[in-house]
């Protein structure tokens, strides 16, 4: 996804360019009409909160012009005049967004016009940062824009201990575990560490322990998760456990987050694994389970792999589940 998004950028700035670089300040489109521009960044938006902007689009044929459909993403609304725009005369188009989704955005906007019957885009860019990631004192220490609070949020040592057997690759188990961890280290600090653990027929430490500004080394691991083999989940469980302890620190939080579909092939008994999980939780290590199964008796296990690790069990069924999850729970576990 950060490698798109700096495609995203990259395309944008090209067409802004070529816009800023026009006879005048319009953009001309097919059918000889033209907008005051066919871009727009709103820039830091407060999850939930709503911004706007105006276009002005103008007919330069002659020939009346009218605006008869437009397609928007969701979380954006477009609002426009029927009536014929006569030649010379303009038009406002009013763009609004209120967007729920966490993280950078490059998203178009499509107008259909009498002109050509066919659809102009315009692109909208812009990042949703939490509500309370914006820094409310100028004395603050700056953050990236979409970053947690150094002044609300402790530093985190997130240790993901992923399972990866073929059960997890239908696209509602593995892809959405991969969107969300994706979302999350959008907002993560430099401060923060991330280390990725998988677990199938076998044990690999994926990632070691990384500071999560190095995002784009992070997610391309994150892009490469493939889901085969079978389960061994004991053994994912101390290995988490050994990474956090060697990257523990003191005063943040150290949390390992556990992603599955089902039952652990546990090397010990449950009662020894959850006394190990509580002994570790009363030492500062915490752990918290993602479930993306239906399996009641799972379920079930991995609830009380949460409660005796003083995390949560979240449960993801949907990519909307996805988007925002993991980013709530760090933003729960870690806030001072």
Do not use: W
Not at 282 to 305: F, K, L, P
């Amino acid at each position: 996804m950060l490698g798109r998004n700096l495609l995203s950028r990259l395309a944008l700035f090209i067409l802004s360019f070529f816009i800023s670089c026009g006879v005048s300040a319009q953009f001309r489109l097919p059918g000889n009409i033209s907008i005051n521009s066919g871009t727009h960044d709103f820039g830091i938006i407060k999850k939930g909160s709503t911004k706007s902007t105006d276009f002005i689009l103008t007919n330069n044929s002659k020939l009346n012009l009218y605006i008869y459909r437009n397609v928007v993403p969701e979380d954006f609304s477009l609002d426009f005049s029927s009536q014929m725009i006569a030649p010379g005369q303009s038009a406002t188009l009013h763009l609004e967004v209120s967007r729920l989704k966490l993280g950078y955005f490059h998203e178009i906007v499509n107008v259909f016009t009498s002109a050509t019957g066919e659809a102009f885009p315009i692109h909208i860019t812009g990042t949703v940062v939490p509500v309370d990631s914006i820094q409310k004192d100028p004395k603050d220490t700056v953050v990236e824009p979409g970053e947690l609070s150094l002044n609300i949020y402790k530093p985190n040592n997130i240790v993901f201990l992923l399972d990866v057997s073929e059960s997890m690759m239908r696209s509602d188990r593995l892809p959405l575990v991969k969107i969300a961890m994706k979302n999350l280290l959008n907002s993560l600090r430099s401060i923060d560490r991330v280390s990725i653990i998988t677990y199938a027929s076998g044990v690999t430490v994926l990632l070691p322990s990384t500071p999560a500004d190095q995002k784009d080394a992070i997610a391309a691991k994150i892009d490469a998760l493939r889901a085969r083999g079978n389960t061994e989940g004991g053994k994912g469980i101390r290995a988490a456990y050994k990474v956090a302890r060697e990257h523990f620190i003191p005063g943040g939080n150290n949390e390992i987050v556990i992603a599955t579909d089902g039952d652990f092939d546990l090397d010990k008994s449950n009662e020894v694994l959850y006394k190990f999980i509580r002994h570790n939780a009363d030492e500062g290590i915490i752990i918290s389970v993602v479930g993306v199964g239906n399996i009641a008796r799972a379920i079930a296990q991995m609830q009380t792999i949460a409660e005796k690790g003083s995390g949560s069990y979240i449960h993801i069924k949907t990519r909307e589940d996805a988007a925002n999850v993991l980013l709530d729970e760090i933003m729960k576990q870690s806030k001072k």
